[in-house]
C-alpha cells in the first residue's frame, strides 16, 4: 500500500467517523433503546417492568383489531402512493419539457408546500373540507348535493389531505428520474410509426420507473408513518399503526406495546425496501 493510498484511506475514515458517531448518537442508540423497551411488560397503571417478553408482540399477533388496523395502514399507503403518482405525474413531466422561461419558478412553486409545515397545510384542509367549508359550498351552490358531505373525520379527507402533502416530494423524485430520458428516443419512437400514447407507454413511461419507484418509496414510507394528518382530519375517529403508538404512549402509557407497534412498523418498512430494490434491480437490468 502506497503512502498516497494511506494518507486518502485516512481522510476518507476522518470525515466518515463524525457522521458515523452522530448517526450511532441520534438514531442506533435510540433505536436499541426502543427495541429494549418492547420486551419489557407493560399495564394499565402505566408501570413498566423491566423482563424479556414477547407479551407485547403477541399481544399485537393475537388480536385481529390490530391486523386490520395494519392492513389499514398498508391500504393508506397504497392508496396514496397511487393517487400522488397519477396527479404527480403529468405535473413533473410539464416541467421537465416545457420551455418556459419562467421553468425554475414553477418548479420553485411546484415544492415550495415544502416550506410549509404539514400541521399548517393539514389545518388548510380541515377548512377547506368542513361542512362550512370551500368544498361544499361548492357543491351545495351548484346543486350537486342538497345537504353538506362529510369530508372530514373520516378516512376520506385523510386520503385527500395526505395526497396534497405528498405531491412535492414526488415531484422531486420524478424531476430526478426523468433526468436519464432522452427527447431523442421519443422522436424515433414517433418517426416508426408509434402515436403518443404508444410512445409514452413504450418509450416515456418506462424510462421514467426509476423515478416513479422513488418517489413511491418515499410517499408510501412517509404516509404510512404519518400521524398529524390522520389524527387531526380523521377526527380521532380513524385509526392506524403511527396514531395508535402515540396512544399507548401517551394515552394507555403501555410503552412496551407501543415499541412493538413501531418495530412492527419498522417492519413493513423493510418489506417496502426490500420489494423497492428487487424492482429497480430488475428495471436496471432491461
Not at 69 to 79: D, I, N, R, S
Not at 164 to 191: K, V
Not at 245 to 263: K, M
Request: charged share 10%.
Amino acid at each position: 500500500m502506497t503512502r498516497a493510498t494511506r494518507s486518502h484511506r485516512m481522510t476518507v475514515l476522518g470525515l466518515t467517523v463524525p457522521g458515523l458517531i452522530g448517526m450511532a448518537v441520534s438514531f442506533l442508540l435510540p433505536l436499541l433503546w426502543l427495541l429494549r423497551m418492547s420486551f419489557n411488560r407493560g399495564d394499565s397503571s402505566g408501570l413498566i417492568e423491566e423482563t424479556f417478553t414477547s407479551d407485547s408482540y403477541q399481544q399485537f399477533v393475537g388480536d385481529s383489531y390490530y391486523w386490520d388496523m395494519a392492513w389499514e395502514t398498508t391500504l393508506l399507503g397504497l392508496g396514496v402512493t397511487a393517487m400522488t403518482i397519477v396527479v404527480s405525474y403529468p405535473i413533473a413531466l410539464f416541467l421537465v419539457r416545457t420551455e418556459s422561461r419562467f421553468k425554475g419558478v414553477l418548479i420553485a412553486l411546484a415544492v415550495a408546500p415544502l416550506l410549509t409545515s404539514s400541521v399548517v397545510r393539514t389545518y388548510g384542509w380541515l377548512v377547506l373540507l368542513g361542512n362550512q367549508g370551500v368544498v361544499n359550498q361548492a357543491l351545495l351552490a351548484t346543486g350537486l348535493t342538497d345537504g353538506p358531505v362529510a369530508l372530514i373525520n373520516n378516512r376520506i379527507g385523510v386520503y385527500v389531505a395526505l395526497v396534497e402533502i405528498m405531491m412535492p416530494y414526488m415531484i422531486l423524485a420524478l424531476l430526478a428520474g426523468f433526468g436519464r430520458f432522452n427527447p431523442e428516443l421519443e422522436h424515433a419512437a414517433q418517426s416508426l410509426g408509434a402515436n403518443r400514447w404508444r410512445t409514452f407507454w413504450r418509450v416515456v413511461w418506462p424510462l421514467s420507473m426509476p423515478g416513479v419507484l422513488t418517489g413511491a418509496l418515499l410517499v408510501f414510507v412517509l404516509t404510512i408513518s404519518s400521524f398529524v394528518t390522520p389524527r387531526l382530519v380523521g377526527g380521532g375517529k380513524v385509526f392506524y399503526l403511527a396514531t395508535e403508538i402515540y396512544d399507548q404512549a401517551t394515552e394507555t402509557l403501555n410503552w412496551p406495546f407501543a415499541a412493538a407497534i413501531a418495530f412492527i412498523l419498522l417492519g413493513l418498512f423493510a418489506i417496502v425496501i426490500v420489494l423497492y430494490q428487487r424492482a429497480l434491480r430488475r428495471i436496471e437490468a432491461q
